[in-house]
């Protein structure tokens, strides 16, 4: 996904000096504390809605165009997709469609069985037509996710509740891509397609709520009564939306909020799961999807040689980013591909373990690097994100410690428009940055990073998503592997080819992965059935209180 759009400044601004950051954590936890706060007023416990308190604020509810978490969260609650995800599966179910889709042997044309007696939130009927009409909308209006569908050639309604979607070359991972939560149906009554044609306040779908309110600090769901499926278990839902995450910290403390979710400060978790140890509130812990990595880029020396790359990912110590960066509340990772995904696996553990020094050392030296003639290498990352801030710190730490001065690492902050605009022009050398996937699939984590239309090995990419993503990684058995993965339909088959692709990956080392996300769910006691689906939504219409 736009890893760009969608990152979360999530920390404060830190000092930079190693030994102190204790004492700087210490200062945020009190300085957080002290701040005077103001928070919405005490939710009422009779009323059956539910309050819900985030960071999150919403650009548009239009699913056509909505491509942030704040958006998509939204969306999720008051739409059907044809596909979807229980909470703790990332295996998709019919939602809006009856049957996984019936494929075409030449893996192109995806006829689809569609649910009969939905009705969208202004009355009109639910159809092949309306999910034709929905599909288009979401690909000719052009908004930021319209790319996602880029290789639709066709959608049409070919009979009254079948769907039949034609593909421009094979994608395995198609089906997924319709549980995105903008691939959802929206009444032909109240939209129309064209290009900009957007409507980012409303929005009539076929969930199991429906818009009452939308407003800058505040959005409201009321119960859709003639929803087709099972109705929501509470009569509405309440989000407050705060202006910080000391804002939602002191909410959620003051019960002004049922539930809180998105997004605070890791010494701001720290302290609501220890008092939820001692009974005070639910810490509800979730695997998410979110990788964080660093992006090596094989144009700039002395990156341009593999032992230099391999001894990066040789040195770095998870253990210690997990615990100094991000009090635990993340997990490390070891692969491209999050451990939420079953072909995952953990080629860099295997190939590298974790801080193995002694390798990195025999690699840096064995082409010629040493304490007088160190290998130099900078690490940039957004000035906003503190999160990058104290990894690069970090790192430069570990590498000063444990390498005897053979490695040495230089940190550059740069605004974060900066940042992205210069990624692809090849300037930096290193980048740390954050992935948010655009559909639960390995491909997502494989292709965007690793595929690369135009290029050489001598060159580098020159055009593809390694160059966007500032790797500039080009392997033709890479581009082989990725298309093979595309086109085959047997999971078995797609396993192997992603085990390889992992292997060469942690060999090449155009990336080192670092952590894979873990998000915290806050609820007041008493509260019932708070849970994400495997996308990081929070699902309103199973909470109770």
Same mark, same amino acid.
């Given at each position: 996904?736009?890893?760009?759009?969608?990152?979360?400044?999530?920390?404060?601004?830190?000092?930079?000096?190693?030994?102190?950051?204790?004492?700087?954590?210490?200062?945020?936890?009190?300085?957080?504390?002290?701040?005077?706060?103001?928070?919405?007023?005490?939710?009422?416990?009779?009323?059956?809605?539910?309050?819900?308190?985030?960071?999150?604020?919403?650009?548009?509810?239009?699913?056509?165009?909505?491509?942030?978490?704040?958006?998509?969260?939204?969306?999720?609650?008051?739409?059907?997709?044809?596909?979807?995800?229980?909470?703790?599966?990332?295996?998709?179910?019919?939602?809006?469609?009856?049957?996984?889709?019936?494929?075409?042997?030449?893996?192109?044309?995806?006829?689809?069985?569609?649910?009969?007696?939905?009705?969208?939130?202004?009355?009109?009927?639910?159809?092949?037509?309306?999910?034709?009409?929905?599909?288009?909308?979401?690909?000719?209006?052009?908004?930021?996710?319209?790319?996602?569908?880029?290789?639709?050639?066709?959608?049409?309604?070919?009979?009254?509740?079948?769907?039949?979607?034609?593909?421009?070359?094979?994608?395995?991972?198609?089906?997924?891509?319709?549980?995105?939560?903008?691939?959802?149906?929206?009444?032909?009554?109240?939209?129309?397609?064209?290009?900009?044609?957007?409507?980012?306040?409303?929005?009539?779908?076929?969930?199991? $709520?429906?818009?009452?309110?939308?407003?800058?600090?505040?959005?409201?769901?009321?119960?859709?009564?003639?929803?087709?499926?099972?109705?929501?278990?509470?009569?509405?839902?309440?989000?407050?939306?705060?202006?910080?995450?000391?804002?939602?910290?002191?909410?959620?403390?003051?019960?002004?909020?049922?539930?809180?979710?998105?997004?605070?400060?890791?010494?701001?978790?720290?302290?609501?799961?220890?008092?939820?140890?001692?009974?005070?509130?639910?810490?509800?812990?979730?695997?998410?999807?979110?990788?964080?990595?660093?992006?090596?880029?094989?144009?700039?020396?002395?990156?341009?040689?593999?032992?230099?790359?391999?001894?990066?990912?040789?040195?770095?110590?998870?253990?210690?980013?997990?615990?100094?960066?991000? $009090?635990?509340?993340?997990?490390?990772?070891?692969?491209?591909?999050?451990?939420?995904?079953?072909?995952?696996?953990?080629?860099?553990?295997?190939?590298?373990?974790?801080?193995?020094?002694?390798?990195?050392?025999?690699?840096?030296?064995?082409?010629?690097?040493?304490?007088?003639?160190?290998?130099?290498?900078?690490?940039?990352?957004?000035?906003?994100?503190?999160?990058?801030?104290?990894?690069?710190?970090?790192?430069?730490?570990?590498?000063?410690?444990?390498?005897?001065?053979?490695?040495?690492?230089?940190?550059?902050?740069?605004?974060?428009?900066?940042?992205?605009?210069?990624?692809?022009?090849?300037?930096?050398?290193?980048?740390?940055?954050?992935?948010?996937?655009?559909?639960?699939?390995?491909?997502?984590?494989?292709?965007?990073?690793?595929?690369?239309?135009?290029?050489?090995?001598?060159?580098?990419?020159?055009?593809?998503?390694?160059?966007?993503?500032?790797?500039?990684?080009?392997?033709?058995?890479?581009?082989?592997?990725?298309?093979?993965?595309?086109?085959?339909?047997?999971?078995?088959?797609?396993?192997?080819?992603?085990?390889?692709?992992?292997?060469?990956?942690?060999?090449?080392?155009?990336?080192?992965?670092?952590?894979?996300?873990?998000?915290?769910?806050?609820?007041?006691?008493?509260?019932?059935?708070?849970?994400?689906?495997?996308?990081?939504?929070?699902?309103?219409?199973?909470?109770?209180?």
């Amino acid at each position: 996904m736009a890893w760009f759009s969608l990152s979360v400044n999530r920390w404060g601004r830190i000092i930079q000096l190693l030994s102190l950051f204790c004492l700087c954590l210490f200062l945020v936890v009190s300085c957080s504390s002290q701040q005077n706060i103001t928070t919405p007023a005490p939710t009422s416990t009779g009323s059956g809605r539910i309050t819900i308190g985030t960071t999150q604020k919403p650009r548009t509810l239009d699913p056509a165009d909505a491509y942030e978490l704040a958006s998509l969260g939204l969306v999720f609650n008051m739409s059907d997709r044809l596909y979807t995800y229980e909470p703790g599966s990332t295996e998709i179910k019919p939602q809006l469609a009856t049957a996984l889709p019936k494929v075409s042997s030449d893996g192109l044309t995806y006829a689809i069985p569609l649910r009969q007696g939905v009705v969208f939130h202004d009355g009109a009927p639910f159809n092949a037509e309306a999910m034709a009409f929905s599909i288009k909308r979401f690909i000719e209006n052009k908004g930021k996710p319209a790319f996602l569908l880029s290789e639709v050639e066709s959608v049409q309604a070919t009979g009254e509740y079948e769907l039949t979607l034609k593909l421009k070359k094979p994608f395995a991972a198609f089906p997924s891509l319709l549980a995105f939560s903008g691939v959802c149906a929206v009444s032909p009554k109240a939209y129309e397609i064209g290009e900009g044609k957007f409507q980012p306040n409303i929005f009539v779908g076929t969930g199991p $709520y429906k818009l009452a309110n939308f407003g800058p600090a505040s959005v409201q769901f009321d119960v859709f009564e003639n929803y087709w499926g099972k109705k929501p278990v509470n009569s509405g839902i309440n989000v407050q939306i705060l202006s910080s995450g000391v804002n939602l910290y002191n909410a959620f403390r003051k019960k002004a909020v049922d539930v809180a979710y998105l997004s605070m400060d890791p010494d701001q978790i720290r302290s609501l799961v220890e008092k939820a140890k001692k009974g005070d509130w639910q810490a509800i812990p979730n695997q998410g999807s979110v990788m964080t990595y660093m992006a090596i880029n094989r144009n700039q020396k002395p990156l341009d040689n593999p032992a230099v790359r391999q001894a990066i990912a040789a040195m770095v110590n998870r253990s210690v980013i997990q615990e100094r960066v991000l $009090y635990n509340q993340s997990e490390a990772a070891y692969s491209m591909i999050p451990t939420t995904l079953d072909v995952s696996l953990p080629t860099f553990k295997k190939q590298y373990g974790d801080s193995n020094t002694e390798k990195a050392k025999q690699l840096l030296t064995s082409t010629g690097f040493s304490k007088t003639n160190p290998a130099k290498v900078e690490i940039w990352y957004r000035a906003s994100s503190a999160t990058s801030s104290l990894t690069a710190i970090v790192l430069k730490a570990l590498a000063k410690k444990t390498l005897d001065g053979i490695l040495q690492f230089d940190i550059i902050a740069v605004d974060s428009s900066t940042f992205y605009r210069q990624i692809p022009n090849g300037l930096y050398q290193t980048v740390l940055f954050d992935w948010y996937p655009d559909f639960l699939d390995a491909d997502n984590y494989i292709q965007p990073f690793l595929a690369c239309d135009k290029g050489s090995i001598k060159k580098g990419c020159q055009d593809g998503g390694s160059k966007s993503l500032g790797s500039f990684y080009y392997s033709d058995r890479m581009n082989k592997l990725i298309d093979q993965q595309r086109q085959a339909q047997n999971p078995e088959a797609r396993s192997k080819l992603f085990a390889e692709i992992q292997e060469i990956v942690a060999n090449e080392v155009p990336y080192v992965p670092l952590w894979q996300s873990k998000d915290f769910v806050f609820a007041q006691k008493g509260m019932n059935d708070v849970q994400l689906d495997p996308t990081q939504n929070l699902v309103y219409k199973t909470i109770t209180k």
